[in-house]
Nanobody, 124 residues
Framework: QVQLVESGGGLVQAGGSLRLSCAGS????????MGWFRQAPGKEREFVAHISWRGRTTNYSDSVKGRLAISRDDAKNTVYLQMNSLKPEDTAVYYC?????????????????WGQGTQVTVSS
């Protein structure tokens, strides 16, 4: 079993930055494909970013490309989401997820483990 705990969310003004962390326990995250998803009030969960095991491949949704960056530190068993140039439409609960299979899964349905989420609120 893998336990994931997100942290780093908060309230920030538009144009500001935040760095989210996803700490894993129970097993090493190094063998997992990792993803970040978000869900805004009244909306469906959406894919944000994905990173392959060893960090060789990353993918981003068009809405965050160039502003958000996913990375991983397997020595710390942690995955990060650096969020720059934040916009009010980035306001959502952000979740990290892990899956054993390779490749991105944009729906999130094929991820095996999920964290509890961290709230990000961007004010205009």
């Amino acid at each position: 079993q893998v336990q994931l705990v997100e942290s780093g969310g908060g309230l920030v003004q538009a144009g500001g930055s935040l760095r989210l962390s996803c700490a894993g326990s129970g097993r090493t995250l190094s063998i997992y494909t990792m993803g970040w998803f978000r869900q805004a009030p009244g909306k469906e969960r959406e894919f944000v970013a994905h990173i392959s095991w060893r960090g060789r491949t990353t993918n981003y949704s068009d809405s965050v490309k160039g502003r958000l960056a996913i990375s991983r530190d397997d020595a710390k068993n942690t995955v990060y989401l650096q969020m720059n140039s934040l916009k009010p439409e980035d306001t959502a609960v952000y979740y990290c997820a892990a899956r054993r299979m390779v490749g991105p899964d944009y729906s999130g349905q094929k991820y095996d483990y999920w964290g509890q989420g961290t709230q990000v609120t961007v004010s205009s």
